[in-house]
């Protein structure tokens, strides 16, 4: 089973900050690591995922996230804040072996950017 | 290539009443899963289907049911809906199986039960 721990439904931050969402995971297997954006009243687009291989993955829109077995955590992050990253994001799980066809999903965490 | 579409955007209907909401996945796409996203318990996996049959369900009562066509499309079926029925339904396709492929949204169904 797998399960994803978003810490903090909500991050504020000024424009031309640093972006950091965090994201911890528990998987019984090798774990696919997502995170996606949603905004407002439209579905869910894949900023960037981990499979395999390059630990450091680099995404749409500038975003890029690390995942850290040791910590089990896939934190996502920008160097500098846009008013169009203002959003919610969503760190989701799925397994590597039989039928995971499933997305597990944190509750998300939303993201305001301040002029 | 079009998008995943889903139809209707908007849906109202009163307790006890039943409907149905489509789901048309990207041109090659074979599996379709069916998430629902509520404000309290966020984003909750319904059901996944890959060439008509349903492979995998989540944890939601017998109400909640689906089914694929020849051609991937999907509908979902709720029936004797109830308040906490309101939710946005969203459909997403993907091309293979396998948990490390992306999956691809729609804008979702907005299902608001009165």
């Known amino acids: 089973a797998q399960s994803v721990t978003q810490l903090g439904s909500h991050v504020s931050v000024s424009e031309g900050a640093l972006v950091l969402l965090r994201c911890n995971y528990s998987?019984?297997?090798?774990?696919?690591l997502f995170w996606y954006v949603q905004y407002p009243n439209q579905g869910l687009q894949l900023l960037l995922k981990?499979?395999?291989?390059?630990?450091l993955v680099k995404g749409i829109n500038g975003f890029e996230a690390e995942f850290k077995k040791s910590e089990t955590s896939f934190h996502l992050t920008k160097p500098s804040a846009h008013m169009s990253d203002a959003a919610e994001y969503f760190c989701?799980?799925?397994?590597?072996?039989?039928?995971?066809?499933?997305?597990?999903f944190g509750k998300g965490t939303l993201l305001t950017v301040n002029p | 290539k079009a998008g995943v579409t889903q139809t209707p955007r908007y849906l109202i209907k009163t307790r006890g009443q039943q409907v149905t909401l489509s789901c048309s996945p990207i041109?090659?796409?074979?599996?379709v899963s069916w998430y629902q996203q509520t404000p309290g318990q966020g984003l909750q996996f319904l059901f996944e289907?890959?060439?008509?049959?349903?492979?995998n369900k989540g944890n939601f009562p017998g109400r909640f049911s689906g089914r694929q066509f020849s051609n991937s499309r999907s509908e979902m079926n709720v029936s004797t809906l109830e308040l906490g029925d309101s939710a946005l339904y969203l459909c997403a396709s993907t091309e293979t199986s396998g948990g490390h492929n992306e999956q691809f949204f729609g804008p979702g169904t907005r299902l608001t039960v009165l």
């Open positions: 289907y890959f060439s008509e049959t349903q492979r």
């Open positions: 989701a799980v799925t397994g590597s072996g039989g039928s995971n066809y499933k997305l597990t």
């Open positions: 981990y499979t395999t291989g390059a630990t």
């Open positions: 041109s090659g796409h074979r599996s």
């Open positions: 998987s019984s297997v090798p774990p696919y």
